[in-house]
């Protein structure tokens, strides 16, 4: 089994920065894509962003492209989501994920393993 701790959530002013933290622990062979949902309050859990497990290749949904980064550290075990030009809309919990699969997806479905949460708030 794999564990996996979001943290470096919190409030921040619109404009802003954050950069969210994702330490997995456990059984971390097991795991190769990895990625962040989010969930805003009355909303459904979606897809944030996702990343290979080299790194190499990312996917962003398009509200966040060319505003948040996504990285991973393998030798830490960490995968981080570099936020920047924060705005109210990004409000929500964010969700870090594992999968057992190669092929980068959207759907929560081919995950295998979630935190979680950490909550982002963004003020106007």
């Known amino acids: 089994q794999v564990q996996l701790v979001e943290s470096g959530g919190g409030l921040v002013q619109a404009g802003g920065s954050l950069r969210l933290s994702c330490a997995a622990s456990?059984?971390?062979?097991?795991?190769?894509?990895m990625g962040w949902f989010r969930q805003a309050p009355g909303k459904e859990r979606e897809f944030v962003a996702g990343?290979?497990?080299?790194?190499?290749?990312?996917d962003y949904t398009d509200s966040v492209k060319g505003r948040f980064t996504i990285s991973r550290d393998n030798v830490k075990n960490t995968m981080y989501l570099q936020m920047n030009s924060l705005k109210p809309e990004d409000t929500a919990v964010y969700y870090c994920?594992?999968?057992?699969?190669?092929?980068?997806?959207?759907?929560?479905?081919?995950?295998?393993?979630w935190g979680q949460g950490t909550q982002v708030t963004v003020s106007s």
């Open positions: 994920t594992a999968g057992r699969t190669v092929v980068l997806n959207r759907t929560p479905e081919r995950y295998n393993y």
């Open positions: 456990g059984r971390t062979v097991s795991i190769y894509i």
């Open positions: 990343i290979s497990w080299s790194g190499g290749t990312t």
